[in-house]
């Protein structure tokens, strides 16, 4: 592809910046057919080059994978740190595949985990339900003894102080429409009053799996830089929450190499780079990876009919840890299709 104007001017101006004479070429992107591949990875090759300690966090997805290609042909001076977040339940094929990967590369990916890993943390903090979000909304409710029953958001707020988040939650009186309002989940609310949660619910397991191992790794070297395999069009609750590819938040400064990346970008940067993934998208089929049967995956039911074909092992595992949980969301899910029935037969009658 011929190099557009813009693409140059971008290049140019990665280029002027560098500290040091830290010197990297990517001209290997003019060989991808993507505009946005071209214009986005001169930004990663300028955060390599203003900061001294960057961790790239790898999880054996088929983002992740792209990212680690692209930052492994720019750090020519090997000041990367490579880190995998363990959360104690991985599939094999996860496993295998970080060996490939280090082959590949040249590079040693460390395997980080927290002392709270995901089957404590849910045996001590609550299960995962629905949603990270509504996880911790419902999660506050328990602590302040809620009898999960409707009123405004005045009445209960009397009744249950100090819990204004999780009561606007239950209220939806976050707004006309938000995504903070339980009514995102329809009939959400009204099965929680005809079947008030007898199990703890929590989404402190994601916190124990992914985020303080992160900031242990950010501990640990002294990072200054984390580069991450966010896309912003997966959708998910975690690319929604950023606005650009490069953050400053409470788990330090982050980019996004692929944040701009669709999934022609993808298949582009994949042809002409002859990247390989795991067996868990080529072999099980699976669409995602990181941890295995996660009751926030929509399709969970799919996974684990996959889980339960090639990873029996872990299949077994995933429903002690996460039994009642998946049990709580398929009683929801059949009141919900339930519900929705009815309502379309009450229509067709009008």
Avoid at 244 to 259: I, N, R, T, Y
Wanted: net charge positive; glycine share 6%.
């Amino acid at each position: 592809m011929t190099r557009n104007l813009a693409l140059v001017v971008v290049e140019e101006s990665w280029y002027n910046i560098r500290k040091g004479g830290y010197a990297m070429s990517y001209d290997f992107i003019w060989s991808i057919d993507s505009e946005v591949v071209q214009s986005s990875v001169p930004r990663t090759a300028r955060g390599l080059a203003t900061h001294e300690n960057v961790a790239c966090s790898i999880s054996g997805g088929s983002d992740s994978d792209i990212m680690l290609d692209i930052v492994s042909k720019l750090d020519t001076d090997k000041k990367v740190h490579y880190v995998f977040f363990d959360t104690g339940i991985e599939m094999s094929a996860t496993k295998k595949h970080l060996d490939y990967l280090e082959n590949r590369y040249g590079i040693e990916i460390e395997h980080i985990r927290h002392n709270t890993p995901i089957p404590i943390a849910v045996k001590e903090y609550g299960y995962p339900f629905i949603s990270k979000k509504f996880s911790d909304y419902i999660e506050r409710l328990q602590k302040h003894g809620f009898q999960w029953e409707d009123g405004t958001f005045e009445e209960l707020d009397k009744k249950y102080p100090n819990c204004q988040t999780a009561l606007r939650w239950w209220c939806n009186a976050w707004g006309e429409k938000s995504s903070a309002n339980i009514e995102r989940a329809p009939y959400l609310k009204e099965f929680m009053m005809q079947n008030p949660p007898k199990i703890k619910i929590s989404p402190k397991c994601c916190d124990y799996g992914k985020k303080k191992p992160a900031d242990m790794a950010v501990k640990k070297y002294n990072v200054d830089l984390t580069l991450v395999g966010v896309r912003k069009a997966e959708w998910g609750a975690r690319s929604m929450a950023y606005k650009s590819c490069l953050v400053d938040g409470k788990h330090g400064l982050q980019h996004f190499p692929l944040f701009w990346f669709k999934e022609a970008d993808k298949e582009a940067y994949e042809k002409a780079c002859g990247i390989v993934h795991s067996d868990a998208y080529t072999v099980y089929g699976c669409k995602r990876t990181g941890c295995a049967g996660c009751p926030f995956g929509t399709g969970f039911e799919d996974e684990l009919k996959m889980l339960e074909e090639y990873e029996p092992n872990l299949y077994k595992a995933v429903c002690n840890i996460f039994g009642p949980s998946y049990e709580y969301t398929r009683a929801y899910r059949k009141f919900r299709d339930e519900k929705k029935a009815e309502e379309k037969a009450k229509k067709q009658k009008k």
